[in-house]
């Protein structure tokens, strides 16, 4: 199904980076090999530099490719807070590296591999323990608007 190959990816993520990479690897449904007609290819870059990740969106031959621009060591924050690492975790187990020189990504891949939930899990107590308490404001504040009947307030809760 994708229509672009490796090496123009790789070359999509360097041109579009104003950052020397370290690496490009694919990610998405690409990666895992889950990818449909409606899908689109997910590409990371990385660079060594601890600047603002910065995302574009392309489109080439027909294919819609979203391209995301990253310090490396971003992905190790990610996967060491527990607020990202549901998320973050998987992602990097599965990614396909396409081009990584210096084995940079070979590291970070192996790091998620290793990932063990021990290493965050007292922050990820607190961090769902702090979700649960805000969803339980929301929910009091919600059934306090729907007690007094004052249905404009429940409909403003029911947007916000």
């Known amino acids: 199904m994708q229509t672009v190959s490796n090496s123009d990816l790789i070359r999509l993520a360097k041109d579009f980076s104003s950052h020397k990479l370290v690496g490009v690897a694919l990610m998405g449904s690409y990666a895992r090999d889950e990818q449909d007609e409606f899908s ?4 990371s870059g990385f660079h060594q530099k601890d600047l603002p990740y910065h995302h574009g969106f392309f489109y080439r031959n027909g294919t819609p490719i979203s391209i995301g621009i990253a310090p490396v060591e971003q992905a190790y924050r990610h996967m060491k807070d527990p607020s990202f690492a549901l ?9 396909q590296i396409l081009w990584d020189p210096n084995r940079i990504l070979a590291e970070v891949l192996e790091f998620a591999e290793k990932f063990t939930w021990s290493s965050v899990q007292q922050m990820a ?27 404009e307030l429940a409909a403003q809760m029911a947007h916000d």
């Open 40 to 43: 689109d290819i997910d590409l």
């Open 125 to 151: 107590d607190i961090e769902a323990a702090n979700c649960l308490a805000e969803t339980a404001e929301e929910v009091q504040k919600a059934l306090r608007a729907l007690s007094s009947e004052n249905c």
């Open 87 to 95: 998320a973050a975790v998987p992602s990097y187990r599965v990614m």
